[in-house]
Nanobody, 129 residues
């Protein structure tokens, strides 16, 4: 069974950086697509980035050039490096994984983490000016 645990959230000032981690167990990077989402209070969830099974990456326009998704297969971790953080980046960030061989890439923008096959409990990111 795939399980996901996020960590790395915290409070930073505008322009600062954080690196989020998603530790996955029971996971095969070659067969499971992984996504990062975020949700601010009162807002709907937003897709942030997708790491496809072939290693290709996709980003929301709002974070492209500032955020980077990557993986460490040896550690079973997917990272989200976030640079130049802005107040609008403040949210709870969730990691989600698709079932073996499945892909949500084509409709990821319309989904929330709990609509994927697996998701974590989230980690809070706060950005202060």
């Amino acid at each position: 069974e795939v399980q996901l645990v996020e960590s790395g959230g915290g409070s930073v000032q505008v322009g600062g950086s954080l690196r989020l981690s998603c530790l996955l167990s029971g996971f095969d990077f070659d067969r499971h697509e992984v996504g990062w989402y975020r949700q601010a209070p009162g807002n709907s969830c937003d897709m942030v980035s997708i790491l496809s099974t072939g290693g290709s990456t996709n980003y929301a326009t709002s974070v492209e050039g500032r955020f980077t998704i990557s993986q460490d297969k040896a550690k079973n971790v997917v990272y989200l490096q976030m640079n130049n953080l802005q107040p609008e980046d403040a949210a709870v960030y969730y990691c989600a994984a698709a079932g073996r061989g499945r892909s949500y890439l084509g409709r990821a923008y319309r989904l929330c983490p709990n609509e994927w096959n697996y998701w974590g409990q989230g980690t809070q990111v706060t950005v202060s000016s």
